[in-house]
């Protein structure tokens, strides 16, 4: 129970590089009389993500854990059931569809204003919490047609007791709003499943009496169905039930995901276990790289000046971007690439292994490395992301000029697996595009609107604020003025709590 303990108790990945740093970077590990497979290795990475799909697959213990929160969705399938899902969803993020900015640029101006009457009163904002709920509006609106209103809640105010963490007996019907109370719901679900995961096949055990999904599921339940049964009846009422005939590439200009799947079909469970897959990838993964690039250019304001001159020679202070503007931003996308190199949103993923197979070693003086069948897999971005033999010396500095000068020819062009943070091969993101033109498009309005950002750790919960005892201790861990931890991905312990000078408009 290492594993699970220290998610809650120490830093993200700290048991699994403590691992590594006594077993290398690629180990076994039986954990309560389970095989697993640790793997830092790009070339091992690769086999698994691409050269090797079809032998690793998500398997059934996996799915097991994730079936009350992802049912049978992209994430959670393997086979003809995730090709039928990934088939669905793939046309929807086309090059013009991903270009569009308009739902960006309404929910941005409502999260700024919104930080901004609160900053002005001289009071801490949580940037985690505030971009958790810009995320969870503008891909609700984008994928559903339906606006949570997260935003339209007032944020929340510094607590200098404790954080809020998930709660199995949290009462969700004390939380005044729908939208909050679907947010909770939704961020308190992906925790359980994740935990579950941690425990290995004893998860079952641990909730004999007591379902931890079940009450948060149904809150997500109460605002996901009533949205799917308006767009069947939409449907039904246009066109009605889909026949088998429908083209699955065939995507109308003012579709949403959610117009697009029940073309295709009506069943609800099939609906609402997409829905909920895409949201999370939509609303989480993008949101915790937004909070941890803030969070890096509080440490390093250097690097937000050079950011922050970028954006005014070539968007202005004021103007709206465009995507030819946001792709000709060359230090923005490596400012947003060295963020996640250092803090992947998504820093371990786990695979089955269907046979028996081989992995060479890295070292060629060693013996290649067994993998039983129906092997359980877990490799790190996280972990390969940092490594000083994969991407130099300061491989554990921030610098996003490594994506920008001869390194990227030295460490990156030759082995391009050492940098995954939307995975690769048949299963990489398929909104990988989408989630940079988001960041690009809120780092531009966030800087044009603020010319610095400082983190303000007396708004910070006591018990989110790194101990003394980490002082000294190897890797980034000694240096750290946050609390990285993940559950389905990452996120800072009880938020993000910063002050921001606003910028004066001429």
């Known amino acids: 129970m290492q594993m699970a303990n220290s998610q809650e108790a120490d830093m993200c990945g700290q048991c699994q590089m403590n691992w590594v740093q006594e077993c290398g970077n690629t180990f076994n590990a039986n954990i309560l009389w389970d095989d697993f497979m640790f793997t830092n290795e790009p070339d091992h990475i690769k086999a698994i993500l691409a050269t090797e799909f079809p032998n690793y697959v998500k398997g059934k213990k996996f799915q097991s ?3 009350s929160l992802l049912g049978t969705g992209v994430f959670n399938s393997d086979g003809d059931m995730w090709k039928f899902h990934r088939s669905m969803t793939r046309p929807f993020f086309t090059r013009d569809r991903i270009t569009e900015f308009d739902n960006f ?10 930080m901004k009457d609160r900053l002005r009163s001289g009071i801490a904002v949580d940037l985690q919490d505030a971009l958790h709920r810009f995320t969870l509006d503008s891909a609700s609106e984008f994928l559903l047609g339906t606006d949570v209103q997260s935003l339209a809640d007032p944020l929340p105010y510094p607590s200098l007791t404790s954080s809020t963490s998930s709660s199995a007996s949290f009462d969700y019907s004390t939380v005044t709003s729908k939208a909050g109370a679907f947010a909770r719901a939704f961020a308190d679900a992906q925790f359980f499943s994740a935990y579950r995961n941690m425990r290995g096949w004893a998860w079952p055990l641990a909730e004999i009496f007591h379902n931890n999904t079940k009450a948060p599921m149904e809150v997500v339940s109460a605002f996901i169905d009533p949205v799917l049964e308006r767009a069947i009846e939409r449907r039904n ?28 079909t009506t069943d609800r469970t099939v609906l609402k276990d997409e829905i909920l897959n895409i949201l999370i990838a939509g609303r989480d993964t993008t949101a915790a790289t937004l909070t941890f690039t803030f969070y890096l250019l509080a440490r390093h304001p250097e690097v937000m000046v050079r950011l922050r001159q970028e954006v005014l020679e070539c968007v202005g202070p004021s103007g709206r971007p465009t995507y030819d503007m946001v792709r000709d931003m060359k230090y923005l996308r490596a400012v947003i690439n060295e963020t996640l190199r250092l803090f992947p949103a998504v820093p371990f993923d786990i695979r089955e292994s269907v046979n028996e197979t081989i992995w060479a070693s890295s070292d060629p003086t060693q013996k290649p490395v067994y993998i039983p069948a129906n092997t359980k897999v877990i490799y790190s971005a996280l972990m390969t992301h940092r490594r000083t033999d994969l991407w130099g010396p300061d491989a554990l500095e921030f610098d996003p000029d490594r994506f920008l000068d001869d390194r990227v020819r030295k460490y990156l062009t030759p082995k ?13 993101c398929l909104g990988q595009q989408f989630a940079y033109n988001e960041m690009s498009f809120v780092l531009i309005r966030l800087l044009q609107s603020f010319t610095s950002v400082a983190l303000d750790t007396q708004s910070q919960p006591p018990d989110t604020v790194p101990p003394p005892s980490w002082a000294g201790a190897p890797g980034r861990k000694s240096i750290e003025k946050f609390w990285p931890q ?17 910028a004066v408009q001429s």
């Open 65 to 67: 854990g994730m079936q």
């Open 105 to 114: 640029d309404r929910h941005s101006d409502l999260m700024i204003t919104a």
């Open 237 to 264: 009422a246009t066109a009605g039930p889909p026949t088998g005939d429908e083209k699955i590439n065939e995507v109308a200009e003012d579709e949403t995901l959610l117009d697009h799947l029940v073309k295709l």
């Open 416 to 428: 391009p697996y050492i940098f995954v943070p939307f995975n690769a091969g048949p299963r990489i």
């Open 486 to 502: 993940s559950h389905l991905t990452m996120y800072s312990k009880g938020g993000l709590w910063v002050k921001m000078e606003e």
